[in-house]
């Protein structure tokens, strides 16, 4: 694995009770690079990402973002539970975007994208909101900072969560089925959104089932079936040239 990876994947084992779910899975995701998570549903992908921003705790292996451990530190070659103020912490750095975009319905577009940076960075309202300015411009919707999210589509609704997470400058943004809950004709916005934040140099990690998105913009995609990555490599190999029969009955079905 690179030594420059920004997020580190080993060995990830995580159950639901008796149920395995994650059978030990392997990723290394470079800095500034787009790694796109394919595989039917039920495979595990939404699973991984919780587990790499530890919302889910795993039960063996490691994550290491930016080099460090997450959710524990190392001492004595055993890994002990960080406290949660310092896991707290280093979730600020990891972004995460859901399918359902969990917006404040509240608040308008411009306090959502605030919130955490008043809460969690402690900046002043006035850097907050010049920051939050321009994480809606980022996306496109500058003019909608004073919209509440009932006005606004869904997927600009999505784009002012990646806004939200943007805004906070995470090391790496994951996004889970983040175009799955809109309409076909918003799809593309968000999309377009993503690619820019790719062309940016920007670290993600998406779970995806546009694999047209996944051939333009990822660096590598990883197919994920049964909680193991069964092939990982290049859009070129894996989605157009799949050597695993699993990827390649998996690719009928959803092209
Ligand atoms: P995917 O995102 O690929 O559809 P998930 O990671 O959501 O898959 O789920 C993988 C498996 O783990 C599924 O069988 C799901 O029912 C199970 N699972 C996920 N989260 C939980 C949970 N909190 N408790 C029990 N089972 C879960
Ligand atoms: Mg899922």
């Given at each position: 694995?690179?030594?420059?990876?920004m997020?580190?994947?080993r060995?990830?084992?995580?159950?639901?009770?008796?149920?395995p779910?994650?059978?030990g899975?392997?990723?290394?995701?470079?800095?500034?690079?787009?790694?796109?998570?394919?595989?039917?549903?039920?495979?595990g992908?939404s699973?991984?990402?919780r587990?790499?921003?530890?919302?889910e705790?795993?039960?063996?292996g490691?994550?290491?973002v930016?080099g460090a451990?997450?959710?524990?530190?190392?001492?004595?070659?055993?890994l002990?539970?960080?406290p949660d103020?310092?896991i707290?912490?280093?979730?600020?750095?990891?972004?995460?975007?859901?399918?359902?975009?969990?917006l404040f319905?509240?608040?308008?577009?411009l306090?959502?994208?605030m919130?955490?940076?008043?809460?969690?960075?402690?900046?002043?309202?006035?850097?907050?909101e010049?920051?939050?300015?321009a994480a809606?411009r980022?996306?496109?919707?500058e003019e909608?900072?004073e919209?509440?999210?009932?006005?606004?589509?869904g997927?600009?609704?999505?784009?002012v969560?990646?806004?939200?997470?943007?805004?906070?400058?995470?090391?790496?943004l994951l996004?889970d089925?983040?175009t799955s809950a809109?309409d076909?004709?918003?799809?593309g916005?968000?999309l377009?959104v993503?690619?820019?934040?790719a062309?940016g140099g920007?670290?993600?990690?998406?779970?995806?089932?546009?694999i047209?998105?996944?051939?333009?913009?990822?660096?590598?995609?990883v197919?994920l079936?049964d909680?193991?990555v069964?092939?990982?490599?290049?859009?070129?190999?894996?989605l157009?040239?799949?050597r695993?029969?699993?990827?390649q009955e998996?690719?009928?079905r959803v092209l």
């Amino acid at each position: 694995m690179s030594v420059s990876a920004m997020v580190e994947v080993r060995g990830v084992r995580k159950s639901f009770g008796a149920v395995p779910v994650l059978r030990g899975v392997d990723l290394a995701v470079g800095g500034g690079t787009v790694t796109c998570v394919i595989g039917p549903s039920g495979s595990g992908k939404s699973t991984l990402l919780r587990c790499i921003n530890h919302l889910e705790k795993i039960d063996a292996g490691r994550v290491e973002v930016d080099g460090a451990l997450v959710g524990y530190r190392e001492s004595g070659g055993k890994l002990h539970e960080l406290p949660d103020r310092v896991i707290s912490r280093q979730r600020a750095e990891i972004g995460m975007v859901f399918q359902g975009f969990h917006l404040f319905g509240h608040m308008t577009a411009l306090r959502n994208v605030m919130e955490a940076l008043r809460g969690v960075r402690r900046l002043s309202k006035k850097d907050a909101e010049r920051r939050a300015l321009a994480a809606l411009r980022e996306v496109g919707l500058e003019e909608h900072a004073e919209s509440y999210p009932r006005r606004l589509s869904g997927g600009q609704q999505q784009r002012v969560a990646i806004a939200r997470a943007l805004a906070m400058e995470p090391k790496v943004l994951l996004f889970d089925e983040p175009t799955s809950a809109l309409d076909p004709q918003l799809v593309g916005e968000v999309l377009a959104v993503m690619k820019d934040l790719a062309r940016g140099g920007l670290t993600m990690v998406v779970v995806t089932h546009e694999i047209g998105f996944a051939r333009e913009v990822a660096d590598t995609v990883v197919f994920l079936d049964d909680g193991r990555v069964v092939e990982s490599g290049p859009p070129a190999e894996v989605l157009l040239a799949p050597r695993e029969p699993r990827t390649q009955e998996f690719l009928t079905r959803v092209l």
